[in-house]
Nanobody
């Protein structure tokens, strides 16, 4: 079982940057596909980005392409989300998620979640 702890959220002005981190416990981190999701006030949680087990393949929702970069360091059991050119509409609680699979998972298949970290972008 892997446990996830996010960090790095905060308040930033529009156009600024933040880097989120998600630290995972356990010794099987490299067997998990990792993802980032977010939930804005009054909205459903939405997929942001995902990265394959060895970090070779990544995928982003259209609204963050070219601005966000997902990466992972399996030696450190950590996945990152570098967020640049932040917009007010990026304001949300960001969640790290994991699923132990050899396939490219559906967004509904993630079964391990962190507690979330708040990102607030001011205008």
């Amino acid at each position: 079982q892997v446990q996830l702890v996010e960090s790095g959220g905060g308040l930033v002005q529009a156009g600024g940057s933040l880097r989120l981190s998600c630290a995972a416990s356990g010794r099987t981190f490299s067997t998990y596909v990792m993802g980032w999701f977010r939930q804005a006030p009054g909205k459903e949680r939405e997929f942001v980005s995902t990265i394959s087990r060895r970090g070779i393949n990544t995928y982003y929702t259209d609204s963050v392409k070219g601005r966000f970069t997902i990466s992972r360091d399996n030696a450190k059991n950590t996945v990152y989300l570098q967020m640049n050119s932040l917009k007010v509409e990026d304001t949300a609680v960001y969640y790290c998620a994991a699923v132990q699979t050899t396939q490219w998972p559906k967004t509904t298949e993630y079964d391990k979640w962190g507690q979330g970290t708040q990102v607030t972008v001011s205008s």
